[in-house]
């Protein structure tokens, strides 16, 4: 059972990136979908959430409305799309599966699997 984060980079601030979401060993679909990130110094925060039921999306206050989250279940892959990308949304971000009964899961303990993290820098 493996998750892996894939796609950040280094991206100028109104930028854009998508960030990949990969399952091996296990069916994504059956599970609810965070991705969190972390800044040097900060602790992991929330910044997206996808449930397995009935796919309704969640997203913290500061990324609405410039982050997409979704599946592609054909790829067994969940995807978060990051939009108008500022220097703050720089940090180390990383996917996570919790169970699929999880309506909504924004603290890490919710989780079950973690992918291994994958950069994202935007700065000029």
């Known amino acids: 059972v493996q998750l892996q984060a894939s796609g950040g980079g280094l991206v100028q601030p109104g930028g854009s990136l998508r960030l990949s979401c990969a399952a091996s060993?296990?069916?994504?679909?059956?599970?609810?979908i965070g991705w969190f990130r972390q800044a040097p110094g900060k602790e992991r925060e929330w910044v997206s959430f996808?449930?397995?039921?009935?796919?309704?999306?969640y997203y913290a206050d500061s990324v609405k409305g410039r982050f997409t989250i979704s599946r592609d279940k054909v790829k067994n892959t969940v995807y978060l799309q990051m939009n108008g990308l500022e220097p703050e949304d720089t940090g180390v971000y990383y996917c996570a599966a919790a169970a699929g009964s999880v309506v909504l899961g924004t603290t890490p303990g919710a989780y079950r699997y973690w992918g291994q993290g994958t950069l994202v820098t935007v700065s000029s």
């Open positions: 996808i449930s397995s039921s009935d796919g309704r999306t």
């Open positions: 060993g296990f069916t994504l679909d059956y599970y609810a």
